[in-house]
């Protein structure tokens, strides 16, 4: 095993797969899994012209990320790259999961393997076959140095924290422990399941937490109570797959105008880098 490091793959950065990829770790230079023979890692890619090939990648309704298998034409088998992703946790590798864009591919982060299941999907040709679908889990971690240093840095919270059900009777700082927990790789696939909803709630419920019944984006008071309190909207800053996973730092909880202004107004792109900036104000004075 190659004992060279790994350099550090920044969340939300775009790479040339040729010379920041593979000039480097090798691995197939073509397809959606590479997996490098000399290093512990495996990478592998998404993005939305693999739909013209049977693919079917993303998050679903529990916040696990959907990673179809690689073969193009006939049933998929549990070899190679599918083999790798299966196992890389009892053969101590990481995964890496890009995202096409523009020219080149986002990072979105490191994956824990959860299960598989078989879907009937289309292949190249526009048959039916069964597909793999691998469920991930998108590593919640935010200070990485190195790949090889990965479990290093990456404190695998307590079963009473990845399993504890947020609520809005949580303090803050319960809830923003809930929602940066990662789940231990040894944990039960329903414990898994359960950690990724949790964390999924809990940044929602912190942001409101924080905003305290104020409109984060125009300082203004909720629009109206309801039962559960004021009525704010959560805003991710950025999508998941730009870097923009479910951490304190990329939710924002605002009125609807305010929300609307974000996604639909002719300046919503200076409108959200303001909004950016307003939450790291607002997380670096909470960390003071």
């Not at 899994?33 to 693919?55: H, R």
């Not at 949580?170 to 040894?186: F, G, K, M, N, Y």
């Amino acid at each position: 095993m190659n004992s060279k490091k790994a350099e550090l793959f920044k969340v939300g950065e775009v790479y040339n797969r040729m010379s920041d990829i593979h000039n480097k770790y090798d691995g197939q230079q073509q397809g959606g899994i590479s997996t490098p023979a000399e290093f512990p890692y495996i990478f592998i890619f998404t993005g939305t012209t693999g739909g013209d090939y049977g693919y079917r990648d993303g998050y679903d309704n529990e916040g696990v990320f959907n990673y179809t298998g690689e073969g193009q034409i006939g049933d998929m088998k549990m070899t190679k790259g599918n083999l790798a992703i299966r196992d890389h946790q009892k053969n101590r590798k990481e995964i890496y999961l890009f995202e096409k864009f523009l020219s080149g591919y986002r990072f979105v982060g490191l994956c824990n393997y959860i299960d598989n299941r078989i879907e009937k999907l289309k292949d190249r040709n526009g048959e039916l076959r069964d597909a793999i679908v691998f469920r991930l889990d998108i590593v919640n971690a935010q200070n990485i140095d190195t790949a090889q240093n990965l479990h290093a840095n990456i404190v695998e919270a307590p079963k009473s924290t990845y399993c504890t059900k947020p609520s809005k009777a949580r303090s803050l700082q319960q809830l923003r422990e809930i929602a940066l927990s990662s789940t231990p790789t040894q944990a039960s696939t329903q414990e898994k399941i359960q950690s990724i909803q949790n964390r999924s709630t809990a940044i929602k419920l912190y942001a409101k937490k924080r905003a305290n019944g104020i409109c984060e984006g125009c300082n203004e008071t909720a629009p109206f109570e309801t039962k559960s309190g004021p009525y704010l909207e959560v805003h991710h800053l950025t999508r998941l797959a730009d870097g923009g996973a479910d951490l304190p730092q990329n939710v924002i909880a605002l009125c609807p105008i305010c929300h609307r202004k974000a996604h639909y107004s002719l300046d919503h792109l200076e409108f959200n880098n303001q909004l950016i900036n307003k939450v790291a104000s607002i997380e670096a004075d909470l960390n003071e």
